[in-house]
């Protein structure tokens, strides 16, 4: 079974950075495509980032594009979450997951692994 542990998530001022942490135990991360999601309060849990399991493909969602990095550490069996120049708009619970083949990369449901999530607030 694979778990995946999220840390790294705060209160910062706008403009801030921040980064978090993913790291799994029961499976290795370049076995899996790895993934970060954010949810806001009322609202749907969505996509932010991905890197794929062969050859590391790196995808970002339009609103974090060129603010947000994702990168991987296969020896620390760690993905991170860079994110920099931080708004308010980015307050969420930022969630890892992990998938064998999602359908679609961005879609939520074709994770099969989560963590319970790490809060990043952003203060105005």
């Known amino acids: 079974q694979v778990q995946l542990v999220e840390s790294g998530g705060g209160l910062v001022q706008a403009g801030g950075s921040l980064r978090l942490s993913c790291t799994a135990s029961?499976?290795?991360?370049?076995?899996?495509?790895m993934a970060w999601f954010r949810q806001a309060p009322g609202k749907e849990r969505e996509f932010v980032s991905r890197?794929?399991?062969?050859?590391?493909?790196?995808s970002y969602a339009d609103s974090v594009k060129g603010r947000f990095t994702i990168s991987r550490d296969i020896a620390k069996n760690t993905v991170y979450l860079q994110m920099d120049s931080l708004e308010p708009e980015d307050t969420a619970v930022y969630y890892c997951?992990?998938?064998?083949?999602?359908?679609?990369?961005?879609?939520?449901?074709?994770?099969?692994?989560w963590g319970q999530g790490t809060q990043v607030t952003v203060s105005s």
């Open positions: 997951a992990a998938a064998f083949r999602p359908a679609v990369t961005t879609d939520p449901s074709g994770y099969n692994y």
């Open positions: 029961g499976g290795t991360v370049s076995n899996f495509w």
């Open positions: 890197i794929s399991r062969i050859g590391g493909s790196i």
